[in-house]
């Protein structure tokens, strides 16, 4: 027999198209550490639904029982009614309806009631950790690679999803219908039963035997598509060198070595997992020989075995082989559900950002002083990223950092914004200490321009609107026009309305950090934050963004990460970092003359990147 | 799928052969229900044991017969899928390696990795599933039916009678799933791209306090979510329940007609055994169908995008003349070059007319998107042009083999490509029999030198995919040795000075120079321009104007806005 699958349609869950979708499915065998603590916690997902699943459950036992009873009625049928040609056939074929009607019936209950709780559940965990998220505390991005993320909401998450929909109810119904064929195999005829237990001894053998060797083959076949895949990402990405400079012939040798050596792993992979499902039709086939042969040299010995039973057998014996083939392969889809589940449980454990203090101020208003006193700051004990940081802003002042890489100009920010709390020292916004006052209240003065400008997918009005989600239509031109962003947007087709692609596409870098101006024009900040981009726009959007730049740092308390010279020469005060500590600090003309990092880098002699 | 599975035509013996196996064992299985017909009917209707034991020792080697048969069918499947992937891949990987750049644009990077590996893995086990499951499921309920006709063709008539109608219920239900699966996928794709939304602006969204926002969006795509996937689920669901319906249905008809016949004289037991078995043998294989027709619409859509590349004719004809690398002077000129990207109306070059003689240095400024790259790459002939030519010593270059031309030029693009290997390899890139010495004396040109024999193994230093561990201005110098390894009579050099430091630039302008090659460089500072010869100055794919640096401050409204812009800071625009 083949082996016949229990779900005709089984739900293969569409994977994430982001994110390589491939081979992260194939990573994620690894088996959960803690199983009996993570199952405890998809139950508490799944006790929303305990009614539910209560009635699924009875579903699955009615309908494995009348899947047994089904071919048990045929058999007895035949030796009751057509065998020994008893009276009341009718009667009992009508009930043999009945039966087979009710198993359909309960089945599909069981399913869509199935689905309903796995959904809920899945929905459930996916909306908790979307929540989680954005409680957890910034660096925690920082630490993490996006796709490793994304590869756990999107991928596990739907792992968890599809396992729920097929795995559970294979599970329960095959171990019922295990213990249900033995039962009734049993009651008819002990001997053919052990016959029939003759099969798992040779099942058990000949499943390792293959698969201990498939293991590893599959194992190879996987490095060698991986080392594939690296080669052929590394030279698409680099097509225009290797067509500049005529390498064609040598990557396609190189490709041609690769392909060689998956063509012979593949092939014996390939080769001995098809042992699999031939050797479970062998050993049906051999059963079912065993079986129909004894049973008939039973039945003409007349040891309580007719040709009834022996139909029984027949399908029984198959329909025994199935539970256990599909337990193994489920068991090992719950497993990779429970790993996924485990690692999305992982990121709903970090900690989050510490809570307001109970009696964290709301500002109504700010004027922007700012003030740092002695402030150090490390991520790891003893491995500090700023030390002893003082300065202060007035407010309308613009402070800019100035320093090479690594230096803390990014954690002075992630500091102002409470990203992150100073380990020693303390922060003072408008004469307030900043661990007094409300983050969201704190932030709801501040607005960012970053290097990187984050745009969403979606319409350039949209994504102008996110400074102030009530804006009207008009605000939100008036503020592209002072971002010096209205003119391009214009002419792009659908103006306001054109559509970003993911990750904000389809306009130019300089294009959209006139956006973000817009952005923070329209969130009318306090404070502004500046990262400026460190690669090279081309010089007249360059001339726009400064234009714009100083249209909107104008009154407010401006701290700008500054890359470009002019921008840091107008600043009231420059604060040069280096190591974590502030070296030299003051207005231009003052730092030009200190011959220290500063007149360095003005004259060239060393470089910001 | 044709142009993609005449590949299989190499392996056509082994596949026959394969498909030869499965029907021996198909056949085997088809006869069982029958010798146990005969077994019930001559054996024990007649208490017989000699019968028994024939038919039984018959069934016992035919088993045996099968599984052999079904090993060694095993693998000639997985010599011809195997193969048959590696032949593809082989074949799509050369075509993408003849392809021009305007065939890459019409397929992304991304989507052409897919078809390489993914598509072609997944028409590989289709092949193997086809010579081993996907024949097989049809073929046995076909052969059930007949067995069953065999046996008995009126009963038959009650068990065969309901297979159109379940086929065609499969048949509506795949297709009304299709389209829900696919709603769902779409819904997915949403979802996951708020969340990366979110992952990546999370401190944008901190800051302006969005999160509540943010939620209601994901809430309601996942709730959308929800909803197409219960929907979808429980279409396909219900094809379950009501295929046991119907063919249990056809069970008790089996079984009362039987009856009626046996009574009549005209049916056995066996014969009555042997068809309800036949039922139920042919119910498990049904639910097999489902799967094969998902499988086979993947590997439909899978060989329809391969086939998509392997059709795509490169669209560069190759020139006669090859020109030795030593008689080309390495004059440029552009004669009305106008360029457009293929299925774009807007010309992204207009009318695009200079000349650079052997030796000299041409500087191309202009704003993003004026069409700076486009130009240099139209010399490397990466694209032809729509109107115009570009001529190399006054030969129209599309008259010159790709190759030759290309061996005389060296191109640095904006974006930094390295390969995985050492920096001696990714230098030797630009020259492939370079010596030792070679490769030094470009790393020094390129004043890259005194850096790599800082780092631990010297040239032998392995650098990643990409190089990671590298400055941005130390991989912009390997890119530049790259190209000066292979002593270019033409340099192209697009924007790749800008993260070096005022020292070190000058000095690679200087060494460059001294190299004497016709060399373009793109740049937005006006520091890089001052050792060139002349200024192309650019504006929406237009030579707006050029001249000297002396010539443009007098005649050029916007080249003097970029001067502005810069100066006063010692020639350092970006500190």
């Known amino acids: 027999m083949l082996e016949p699958l229990k779900e005709p349609f089984r739900y293969e869950p569409p994977k994430a198209l982001a994110q390589g979708a491939g081979d992260a499915g194939k990573k994620k065998q690894a088996k959960a550490k803690d199983a009996s603590g993570t199952l405890k916690r998809i139950w508490r997902y799944v006790a929303y639904h305990r009614t539910k699943l209560a009635a699924v459950f009875a579903m699955i036992v009615f309908s494995t029982v009348l899947s047994l009873l089904g071919p048990y009625l045929a058999g007895t049928a035949i030796d009751r009614f057509i065998e020994e040609r008893n009276t009341g056939f009718v009667p009992f074929l009508l009930g043999m309806a009945v039966v087979y009607g009710l198993h359909a019936w309960t089945m599909w209950l069981q399913n869509i009631w199935m689905i309903g709780v796995a959904q809920e559940t899945v929905r459930g965990m996916r909306r908790d950790l979307f929540a989680h998220l954005h409680k957890l505390p910034i660096p925690f991005f920082a630490r993490r690679q996006h796709g490793e993320l994304m590869s756990r909401v999107t991928n596990d998450i739907e792992n968890v999803s599809s396992s729920l929909n097929s795995s559970f109810i294979q599970l329960v119904s095959s171990v019922l219908l295990l213990v249900g064929i033995v039962g009734v195999m049993l009651s008819l005829s002990p001997l053919l039963t052990l016959l029939t237990f003759l099969v798992i001894p040779l099942m058990v053998f000949g499943m390792k035997w293959i698969t201990s060797r498939t293991s590893r083959l599959f194992r190879e076949q996987q490095r060698n598509i991986g080392d594939l895949n690296g080669f052929v990402e590394e030279t698409l990405s680099g097509q225009r060198i290797i067509k500049a400079f005529s390498r064609e012939e040598v990557v396609t040798r190189a490709f041609h070595e690769r392909n060689k050596r998956i063509h012979e792993s593949g092939f014996w992979a390939q080769a001995i997992s098809g042992f699999i499902p031939k050797l479970m039709n062998g050993l049906n086939n051999f059963s079912f020989a065993l079986i129909v042969g004894v049973g008939a040299l039973l039945v003409i010995g007349g040891h309580g075995v007719t040709v009834g039973t022996i139909m029984i057998f027949a399908e029984f014996s198959r329909q025994f082989t199935r539970p256990l083939n599909d337990l193994a392969n489920q068991w090992n889809t719950l497993l990779s559900a429970m790993a996924g589940a485990e690692r999305v449980f992982q990121i709903m454990d970090e900690p989050v950002e510490a809570a307001d203090e109970s009696e964290a101020a709301v500002l109504e208003r700010m004027e922007g002083r700012v003030e740092f006193r002695g402030v150090s700051f490390a991520y790891q004990e003893g491995h500090p990223i700023l030390r002893h940081i003082s300065f202060e802003a007035e407010p309308g002042e613009t402070v800019a950092f100035v320093g090479p890489t690594g230096a803390g100009k990014s954690t002075i920010i992630g500091l102002l914004c409470r990203f992150y709390e100073p380990s020693a020292g303390s922060i003072r916004i408008d004469g307030l200490p900043a661990s007094g006052i409300r983050r969201d209240s704190l932030r709801a003065h501040m607005a960012f321009v970053l290097q990187d400008p984050f745009l969403f997918e979606g319409t350039i009005r949209d994504n102008i609107r996110y400074g102030k989600l009530d804006a009207a239509d008009e605000e939100v031109e008036e503020a592209a026009k002072l971002a010096n962003a209205h003119s391009f947007i214009m002419r792009l087709p659908g103006g306001y309305g054109a559509k970003l692609k993911p990750d904000g596409g389809g306009i130019s870098q300089g294009q959209k950090q006139l956006i973000a101006i817009a952005r923070a024009i329209l969130a009318d900040p306090a404070i502004l934050v500046l990262d400026e981009a460190t690669s090279s726009i081309d010089t007249v959007t360059e001339i726009k963004i400064q234009e714009a730049l100083q249209r909107l740092m104008k009154g407010r308390t401006s701290f700008v990460i500054a890359h470009r010279l002019n921008t840091i020469q107008t600043a009231d005060r420059i604060i040069v970092l280096q190591d974590g500590k502030v070296t030299e600090s003051g207005a231009h003309d003052e730092l030009l003359v200190r011959d220290g990092f500063y007149s360095k880098l003005v004259n060239g002699q060393v470089v910001l990147t | ?575």
């Not at chain 2, 996942?222 to 909803?227: K, V, W």
């Not at chain 2, 004026?370 to 570009?390: C, H, M, N, W």
């Not at chain 2, 032998?460 to 390997?478: F, W």
């Not at chain 2, 292979?486 to 302008?509: M, N």
């Open chain 2, 1 to 575: 799928m044709r142009t993609v599975f005449s590949y299989l035509k190499r392996y056509r013996a082994a596949a026959i052969l394969a498909l030869a196996l499965m029907l021996t064992e198909l056949l085997v299985e088809l006869f069982q229900p029958y010798i146990m017909a005969k077994m019930i009917d001559e054996g024990i209707q007649t208490r017989d044991t000699e019968v028994v034991f024939l038919w039984g020792g018959i069934l016992l080697l035919c088993s045996a017969a099968a599984f052999a048969v079904g090993i060694l069918s095993s693998f000639y499947a997985a010599h011809v899928s195997q193969s048959f992937g590696f032949d593809l891949r082989e074949k799509l990987y050369g075509k993408i390696q003849s392809f021009s750049f305007a065939n890459f644009n019409s397929f992304p990077e991304s989507s052409l990795i897919t078809r390489l590996t993914n598509d072609i893995v997944q028409l590989q086990n289709t092949v193997f599933m086809g010579l081993r499951i996907m024949l097989r499921a049809p073929l046995f309920i076909v052969g059930s039916v007949i067995m069953a006709f065999v046996v008995n063709w009126q009963l038959a008539l009650w068990f065969a009678g309901s297979i159109p109608f379940l086929a065609l219920f499969l048949y509506l239900v795949m297709k009304r799933g299709e389209k829900l699966f696919r709603s769902v996928q779409q819904k997915l794709d949403r979802v996951n791209a708020i969340m990366q939304q979110n992952l990546i602006g999370m401190r944008l969204i901190r800051v302006f306090v969005r999160m509540k926002h943010e939620r209601g969006r994901f809430d309601k795509s996942s709730g959308e979510l929800m909803d197409r996937t219960v929907a979808a689920l429980r279409l396909t669901e219900m094809t379950t329940p009501v295929i046991l319906l119907v063919m249990n249905a056809g069970i008790i008809a089996v079984l009362w007609f039987g009856k009626v016949q046996l009574e009549a004289g005209s049916a056995s037991v066996g014969e009555i055994v042997a068809i309800v078995n036949y039922a139920t043998r042919t119910l498990g294989v049904f639910s097999l169908i489902s799967m094969i027709v998902v499988n086979f619409s993947k590997a439909k859509a899978s060989s329809e995008r391969i086939e998509e590349v392997l059709v795509t004719d490169a669209s560069l004809k190759d020139g006669e003349a090859a020109p030795a690398r030593s008689s080309i002077a390495g004059e440029i000129s552009f004669d009305h070059v106008t360029f457009r990207y293929p299925d774009t109306e807007e010309p992204i070059l207009s009318d695009i007319s200079f000349r650079a003689l052997p030796g000299e240095t041409l500087a191309i400024m202009g704003a993003t998107g004026s069409g700076k790259s486009t130009l240099l790459q139209l010399i490397p002939r990466f694209y032809d042009t729509a109107e115009g030519s570009v001529s190399i010593d006054g030969q129209d270059h599309e008259g010159l083999k790709m190759e030759s031309l290309r061996r005389a030029i060296g191109y640095v693009p904006q974006d930094i490509v390295l390969f995985s290997g050492t920096v001696a390899d990714n230098i030797r890139v630009g020259k492939e029999e370079a010596t030792m010495e070679e490769i030094i004396e470009a790393a020094k040109l390129a004043q890259i030198h005194e850096t790599i024999m800082r780092f631990p193994n010297q040239y032998d230093t392995v650098i990643g995919q990409m190089g990671v561990n590298l400055s941005g201005g130390q991989k912009q110098r390997l890119t530049i040795a790259r190209a000066l390894v292979r002593k270019p009579a033409i340099l192209l050099l697009d924007d790749c000075t800008s993260a070096l430091d005022v020292r070190t630039e000058a000095a690679l302008l200087d060494a460059l120079k001294a190299m004497n090659c016709t060399t373009l460089l793109v740049t937005q500072k006006v520091s890089s321009t001052a050792n060139s010869d002349r200024i192309l100055l650019l504006d929406d794919g237009r030579l707006l104007a050029s001249g000297s640096h002396t010539e443009l401050k007098q005649q050029s409204p916007l080249y003097r806005k970029i001067c502005q812009s810069q100066s006063g800071k010692a020639g350092a625009a970006h500190a």
